[in-house]
C-alpha cells in the first residue's frame, strides 16, 4: 500500500508522536458533498477550510470512481495539506491502483 503524508512544511516521514487526535475516513467515490458533510460533522472543516488545528486526517482510500467529483475531492484535499496545522495522510484504495492500472 502507498501512503502519501502532506503537511505544509513537505514533511513527509512514517512516523510521528504526540498525535492528540487521528481522524480516518475513506471511501468517498467521488461524492463531495458527503465528503464536505463528513469532514465537517469531524470538526475538520469550516467554511470550505481546513478546522481541525493540529488533528491528523487519514484518509483511507477511494477517492476515485461512481461519484462525479473525484477529481474536485481530490483538488481540495490538496489545497487544504498546503494550509492544514496538522497532517494529512493519503492512502491509495484499490479504486486507485485500478485506476492507476487501467484495470475497468
Not at 503537511?7 to 508522536?17: H, I, K, P, V, Y
Not at 464536505?36 to 470550505?48: C, E, F, I, K
Amino acid at each position: 500500500m502507498l501512503v502519501l503524508a502532506v503537511q505544509n512544511t513537505g514533511d513527509a516521514r512514517d512516523t510521528w508522536s504526540g498525535v492528540k487526535r487521528i481522524v480516518g475516513i475513506g471511501d468517498l467515490h467521488g461524492d463531495y458533498d458527503q465528503y464536505v458533510a463528513v469532514m465537517t460533522d469531524a470538526g475538520l472543516l469550516a467554511n470550505d477550510e481546513w478546522a481541525g488545528g493540529k488533528a491528523h486526517l487519514v484518509q483511507t482510500g477511494d477517492i476515485t470512481d461512481r461519484g462525479p467529483d473525484s477529481a474536485r475531492i481530490i483538488r481540495h484535499l490538496a489545497g487544504l495539506a498546503r494550509h492544514a496545522g496538522g497532517f494529512i495522510h493519503l492512502l491509495i484504495g484499490n479504486h486507485e491502483l485500478m485506476n492507476m492500472t487501467h484495470d475497468p
